[in-house]
């Protein structure tokens, strides 16, 4: 498989050191500065575990831990200016000091109990041989789609650190800024939304050529899926190795296969990813979110994961009972909802709330944040959120 795209499957990050050196610098100078005489005192690391890690584990806590997915994005003004400034996406995303500075936007504003990072599931694939950009318009587009055992074959295992040492580096400083006071959070992409994307070229409204490969040339597909599932492994390691305290596990696609395809191209291979990274890091909590998965809802806990995020299509209360009492639950808000009145999103809040129980339940929207999503109403779900007690 030959790509005329060069310029996206070279290391990006070969630019981006310098930035890393320069955010390095200047936090340096801040903590230098002096007033009236005496230098500003380092932060003090807090020793508590942030309340989402206790939620998780199944703690009494006295409300419940609260973020929410897309918490950094364009529905915030302070986004926006950064994007005139910068238009490209993977600049944002790739960059040590915007990634650092956008994911703490939310933080200084909102003060969430879960402080994740700015970046996106596909950033691996150049490191694994897959050029892709992220187009204004148009989402992501893969260059060269894979479609063959040929095009399988050139796919190469990903090393995080030799692609992206801007995420160890930014998450490193996010966890030194939050200072324990909320969780980072890292995600990953799974394999099955992983290998549709890169089958497909892009986003896809009907899946017919992820599909048409599944159950056409497995054997085909399983390749795929398996080089995804290593690579990703790794990387929520190099991420828990750096400074994310739990990571998010993004099967946005996996819900568009039946239950019995879902048990053979997405669940082996999610429980295969759980198990690696038992084995070098049993503590870390693991979040899989994969949106309309109300068919599929008993298949999660099964992955071996700690948290199943539910979209707001199913009820938290029957959601609880499907799932069983030893998992944590997280969401399950229709963003819809930031889009009403401040009574109205109040009352959701507690509805939410009250049907999720007093243990091991993480507050969240059923799915991202939508653009347009007015920013003081957003405010408001925080401010409702973290004023609630048992």
């Known amino acids: 498989m030959s790509y005329s795209y060069a310029l996206f499957s070279l290391p990006s990050h070969l630019n981006l050191l310098h930035s890393a050196a320069s955010f390095r610098s200047k936090r340096m100078l ?42 950094a994005g364009r529905y915030m003004k302070s986004y926006q200016q950064i994007c005139e400034k910068y238009p490209s996406f993977r600049e944002r995303s790739e960059n040590v000091d915007l990634v650092v500075e956008i994911s ?39 260059y060269n789609p894979l479609r063959t055992a040929a095009d399988v074959n050139e796919v190469v295992e990903f090393v995080p650190e030799e692609w992206v040492p801007y995420v160890g580096e930014a998450l490193g400083i996010l966890q ?38 599944a159950f056409s040339q497995p054997q085909v597909l399983h390749s795929l899926l398996q080089k995804f599932t ?42 295969q990813i759980v198990d690696t990274v038992r084995q070098t890091h049993p503590n870390l909590p693991l979040i899989l979110y994969a949106s309309g998965s ?24 029957e959601g609880r009972k499907r799932l069983g009492s030893d998992i944590a639950v997280q969401g399950n808000v229709d963003p819809g909802v930031l889009f009403g009145s401040k009574e109205f999103i109040s009352g959701r809040i507690h509805d939410t709330i009250r049907k999720a129980g007093d243990r091991k339940h993480i507050l969240n929207l059923g799915h991202g944040i939508v653009v347009g999503t007015p920013e003081e109403n957003v405010a408001h779900f925080f401010e409702v959120a973290r004023g609630f007690r048992y």
């Open 176 to 213: 030194t800024e939050v200072n324990n006071e909320a969780a980072v959070l890292g995600f990953v992409g799974a394999p099955f939304t992983l290998a549709s994307y890169v089958v497909e070229g892009g986003s896809s409204k009907h899946f017919t050529k992820i599909k048409s490969l």
């Open 30 to 71: 801040k903590i230098q500065c002096t007033v009236g005489g005496s230098v500003a005192e380092p932060k003090v690391a807090a020793t508590a575990d942030p309340l989402l890690l206790s939620a998780i584990r199944g703690d009494k806590v006295e409300r419940p831990p609260v973020w929410l997915m897309r918490q």
């Open 294 to 317: 109300g068919g599929l809802l008993e298949r999660l806990p099964l992955t071996g994961v700690d948290v199943v995020s539910l979209d707001w299509t199913v009820d938290m209360a």
């Open 104 to 142: 703490l936007q939310p933080w200084k504003v909102f003060k969430p109990d879960g402080v994740i990072l700015f970046s996106d599931i596909l950033t691996p694939l150049p490191g694994m041989n897959i050029p892709f950009d992220i187009v204004k318009g148009k989402g992501p587009v893969i």
């Open 230 to 271: 290593t690579s990703m492994a790794k990387y929520i390691q190099y991420q828990a190795d750096h400074g994310a305290q739990a990571v998010q596990i993004f099967d946005s696609w996996a819900t568009e296969l039946s239950p019995v395809d879902f048990e053979e191209f997405s669940l082996p291979y999610l429980k």
